[in-house]
T-cell receptor, first 112, second 120 residues
């Protein structure tokens, strides 16, 4: 089955700096890669997603890149703000099932 | 946007009893729902796929007789934790798939608010 690895587990950056979180997946059949932000005790919130037919997608300060050959995808947050502090999860899925396999999570701390 | 509602938000039960958690899609029909478990400071682990009108598909290592899933209608799936023990204490969260095409991706997954289960 699919396995998703996520690094780093914790990330501390200064406000205004960029943050990068990386994930790798094992199943080449996976074709949908969402990123979620989760605050303590709350549901995950989709912040951006990418499909395998696209190499990069951007939404304001957030971007995701995908390298299908290497089975890597990354989340990039620019101009970080304290409210970006949360736990971020990557996930992988494929159309026939749409079940999400999550990475282990990254705790991001943005220092004011 | 589409809403998935989960109930109860939190529940405390005695060891050995059973607890039922409901997951409802409020404004769309969901033939498929998913149940996840999340221990503190850990990731979301998929437990099972709930299929309307048929048996749930459980992930490896998840006891189907302990975690009973029923998806009797297109808007409701239930997870029953039977004979609960303290180690079952966790955050249980469901998601539902909206295949109506309204979402940006065509097929969009929405999460419930989650249910905190504490077994004492």
């Amino acid at each position: 089955g699919e396995n998703v690895e996520q690094h780093p587990s914790t990330l501390s950056v200064q406000e205004g700096d960029s943050a990068v979180i990386k994930c790798t997946y094992s199943d080449s059949a996976s074709n949908y890669f969402p990123w979620y932000k989760q605050e303590l005790g709350k549901r995950p919130q989709l912040i951006i997603d990418i499909r395998s037919n696209v190499g990069e997608k951007k939404d304001q300060r957030i971007a995701v890149t995908l390298n299908k050959t290497a089975k890597h995808f990354s989340l990039h947050i620019t101009e970080t703000q304290p409210e970006d502090s949360a736990v971020y999860f990557c996930a992988a899925s494929w159309d026939s099932s749409y079940k999400l396999i999550f990475g282990s999570g990254t705790r991001l701390l943005v220092r004011p | 946007g589409a809403v998935v509602s989960q109930h109860p938000s939190w529940v405390i039960c005695k060891s050995g009893t059973s607890v039922k958690i409901e997951c409802r899609s409020l404004d769309f029909q969901a033939t498929t729902m998913f149940w996840y478990r999340q221990f503190p400071k850990q990731s979301l682990m998929l437990m099972a796929t709930s299929n309307e009108g048929s048996k749930a598909t459980y992930e490896q290592g998840v006891e189907k007789d302990k975690f009973l899933i029923n998806h009797a209608s297109l808007t409701l799936s239930t997870l029953t934790v039977t004979s609960a023990h303290p180690e079952d204490s966790s955050f249980y969260i469901c998601s539902a798939r909206d295949t109506s095409g309204r979402g940006s991706a065509g097929n969009t997954i929405y999460f419930g608010e989650g249910s905190w289960l504490t077994v004492v």
